[in-house]
């Protein structure tokens, strides 16, 4: 199954939205962190990329018509080599410090706590994305500045690389009307998604609400 929707954009931007919304309109499943979490065989494939391995993308997204969030984005550039076809889908929020502040009351805290003992599987992912986050986005990604330095950085590249014709830019108040018209689908009627909200993430992971 050939991509037709590469994922440029960077975690805590509407990603899981995306996901779905994608999955709605495609038919068929978007791949994204939550996949990861479920498929415990990938992640020394993703391990493996951050080492700068070669990589059967193909194989290892066969099941899927889209992929959005990380860990995907980080290699939008190698995914979209091997679906040169697709449309490469940028989300990002309305500004960068609005990015930071849901990162940093995220992603930030779920890859800093300390995890328990009995979860290896978990603590091999983890650590897979931490090694991710240092080597293809910024070695400070703890960091305000640092972090929204890469944020900017990362967004610019990918304008710059993809032609405006296959190039989807997206923010999460836009809807349903930027993909459809770039896919030539109908906009359905229901709304658009709207998953996995900083509530949502927090809640979901016994954060203090905070």
């Known amino acids: 199954m050939a991509l037709r929707v590469v994922g440029a954009g960077l975690g805590r931007t509407g990603t899981n939205s995306l996901k779905v919304a994608l999955e709605q309109l495609l038919g068929g499943p978007c ?20 080492k700068g391995e ?13 992929t959005v969030d990380w860990p995907a984005a980080a290699f939008w550039r190698e995914i979209w080599a091997a679906n040169s076809d ?8 309305d500004s960068a410090e609005r990015w930071w502040e849901s990162m940093e009351r995220t992603i930030v805290p779920t890859l800093s706590g300390a995890l328990p003992p009995d979860e290896p599987a978990t603590a091999r992912r983890r650590a897979m994305v931490v090694d991710m986050m240092s080597e293809r986005f910024t070695p400070d990604w703890r960091e305000r500045d640092a972090a929204i330095a890469a944020y900017e950085r990362h967004n610019e590249e990918v304008r710059l690389a993809v032609p405006p014709g296959q190039l989807i830019e997206w923010q999460p108040q836009d809807g349903w009307q930027p993909i459809c018209a770039a896919l030539d689908l109908p906009v359905p009627d229901a709304p658009f998604p709207r998953e996995n909200t900083t509530a949502d993430f927090r809640a979901r992971l016994g954060f203090a609400r905070p």
């Open 31 to 50: 791949y994204h962190m939550f996949e990861l979490a479920r498929r415990d065989a990938d992640t020394p494939a993703w391990r493996a990329a951050v």
């Open 54 to 66: 070669d990589i059967d993308w193909g194989g290892l997204l066969r099941e899927y018509v889209a």
């Open 86 to 93: 697709a449309i490469v889908l940028l989300s990002s929020r």
